[in-house]
């Protein structure tokens, strides 16, 4: 049973680029979270998807956009990177909506030059 | 939004010693998840535990919702156990949300 699994690992941008970023959750799972985690400092939930639409959103400009498809894969994006957008990037799955408990993936270390 | 504070920042022990985490949320939740980050930035799930005590070999979890708290206890320590404990928490207390997470506890477990 694969786990959650994101690519690239690891992605070098150029400030003012942008970049995509996929996850494939858990077997069985439908729901997906992003979360953006600083050196040194706790992930920070970004959004969350369930049934190909945003549900929840934390504190993130516009810039940060998703997306769901119907196998439940999501992909997060960033706009008009900034040298702050360094950081990893980590996917959650859950279950679905009523069953809480999150999954992680090994992340992608995004670095803006 | 809900806070969590995670107690002590930084840990350094020597191996086989046995350490106590500490979780403390803002607000009423209805579960909890601890997760340890290996140097490679996984987060590996220790427990999901709304309430009472779990055990799993030398790690175990006690939250104890009405007073807003969890303890992680980590006993024997090995070298294998040093990295980044992170507890977190629904965003607002439960339901399908995202989590907010601690800042965590550093733990270094000398040989």
């Known amino acids: 049973d694969a786990g959650v699994t994101q690519s690239p690992t690891h992605l070098i941008k150029t400030r003012g680029q942008q970049v995509t970023l996929r996850c494939s959750p858990k077997s069985g799972h439908d729901t997906v979270s992003w979360y953006q985690q600083a050196l040194g400092q706790g992930p920070q939930f970004i959004f969350q998807y369930y049934e190909e639409e945003e549900r929840q959103r934390g504190n993130f400009p516009d810039r940060f956009s998703g997306h769901q498809f119907p196998n439940y894969s999501s992909e997060l994006n960033v706009n008009a990177l900034l040298l702050g957008d360094s950081a990893l990037y980590l996917c959650?799955?859950?279950?679905?909506?009523?069953?809480?408990?999150?999954?992680f993936g090994q992340g992608t270390r995004l670095t803006v030059v | 939004g809900i806070q969590v504070e995670q107690s002590p920042p930084d840990l350094i022990l020597q191996e086989g010693a046995n350490s106590t985490l500490r979780c403390n949320f803002s607000d009423s939740v209805n579960n909890l998840q601890w997760f340890h980050q290996n140097p490679w930035g996984q987060l590996i799930n220790l427990f999901y535990?709304?309430?009472g005590t779990k055990q799993n070999g030398r790690l175990s979890a006690t939250t104890v919702a009405t007073e807003r708290y969890s303890l992680l206890y980590i006993s024997s320590s090995q070298t294998t156990d040093s990295g980044v404990y992170f507890c977190a928490v629904p965003n607002s207390g439960g339901g399908a949300d995202g989590l907010t997470f601690g800042k965590g506890t550093h733990l270094i477990i000398q040989p």
């Open positions: 535990i709304p309430s």
């Open positions: 959650a799955s859950s279950l679905d909506l009523m069953n809480t408990e999150a999954f």
